[in-house]
């Protein structure tokens, strides 16, 4: 009986923690990405301190780093944005343009398509006001990352606290040393996610640049940031500078776009991050995949970056404490 009650109990536990997180996702969504961004910078700092930095100095030089490069996408996201939303008016027309040749198109193929295309979902003022209103939001998102970054410097301090009490051999079973232990796995994930992320979004970058499409360096930092969206990210980077340049260019170049990042993805998802995966850690696409269903019903969007990461970390808890529970005689709590 006891078998059973526990999975059962474990299993209503979780479904409460889910509703409620899924309640509170904005601010869930806020503490649970800045700690995944601790995560990803205290390795880091771990070796500053075992180098022989001292816990404070190392605590400095890491928030320096990770302010700077947060700044340093952040300005250029922010410039990037700014330029487009001057520039979007100007491909209103090229939009028209392209409505009209797709009516001709498909008129030539006995299809009367003027009703779908004069709707309001295809009513090019109508789709650059929309366009506009998802850039203004990006400001909101750069604005909201000096949050995240404070809670980021409390952190990393509380983790030279432990590293330092660990490095003196002292009593190590605290928050804290959770974090470094359930840790582990969500390190090693984000290191192979950041680094092929990192090739991806230079390679797409590159490609853009040579082709002429605007904002190279922002469709870039995209692919970069999309590529810890499993599945669906690399879709969701394509789209933009695919249809910029399409508006721009015309099918030709959107045509050499879409090869080119597949291209580009099909080698970095098939070649390059299975030997990294192999040497750090195994990922179920079941596992993914069932990841991304529950999480982004509980997080909302910033599910499918947290979805894999938080997933780990449960993964893992789950084998110690049944480990723990293995080793415990039984007869004894």
């Known amino acids: ?13 979780a479904i409460v923690i889910i509703g409620g ?21 205290t390795p880091f700092m771990e070796w500053a301190i075992r180098k022989g930095i001292r816990p404070g100095l190392a605590v400095t030089i890491t928030v320096l780093a990770v302010v700077l490069v947060g700044l340093t996408l952040a300005g250029l996201m922010g410039v990037s944005i700014s ?15 392209i409505r009209e040749s797709l009516i001709a198109f498909l008129t030539s193929m006995g299809i009367d398509a003027s009703g779908l295309f004069s709707s309001v979902q295809f009513n090019p003022p109508q789709i650059i006001q929309l ?17 995240i970054i404070m809670i ?17 051999e002292a009593d190590s079973k605290t928050g804290m040393a959770r974090f470094f232990l359930f840790g582990g796995d969500v390190r090693k994930y984000l290191g192979i996610v950041a680094l092929t992320g990192l090739l991806v979004g230079i390679l797409n970058t590159i490609l853009l640049i040579v082709l002429g499409v605007d904002f ?13 969206v499993p ?35 099909s080698a970095s998802e098939n070649i390059i991050k299975p030997r990294f995966m192999k040497k750090g850690l195994e990922l179920s696409l079941l596992l993914i995949f069932l990841s991304l269903i529950i999480w982004t019903w509980a997080l909302g969007p910033m599910g499918t970056i947290l979805g894999v990461p938080l997933t780990l970390v449960l993964h893992r808890m ?16």
């Open 1 to 13: 009986m006891q078998s059973i009650k526990n999975p059962l109990v474990t299993f209503a536990a």
């Open 21 to 41: 997180m899924h309640l509170a996702a904005p601010i869930v969504n806020l503490i649970l990405l800045s700690f995944l961004l601790a995560m990803a910078v």
């Open 83 to 97: 330029r487009m939303i001057d520039q979007l008016p100007a491909y209103q027309s090229r939009l028209f343009e």
């Open 131 to 147: 366009a506009t209103k998802l850039l203004s939001a990006g400001f909101g998102m750069i604005s909201m990352s000096l949050l």
């Open 152 to 168: 980021v410097i409390f952190i990393l301090i509380e983790a030279a606290g432990h590293l330092t009490k660990t490095a003196r």
């Open 216 to 228: 190279p360096i922002m469709w870039g930092v995209l692919s970069f940031l999309f590529n810890f």
């Open 231 to 265: 599945s669906f990210g690399f879709i969701l980077s394509l789209f933009p500078p695919a249809l910029l340049a399409l508006l721009e260019f015309g099918w030709g170049k959107t045509l050499i776009v879409v090869i080119g990042f597949v291209l580009i993805n």
């Open 318 to 333: 789950y084998w110690e404490y049944d480990s723990a529970a293995a080793a415990t005689p039984v007869g004894k709590s």
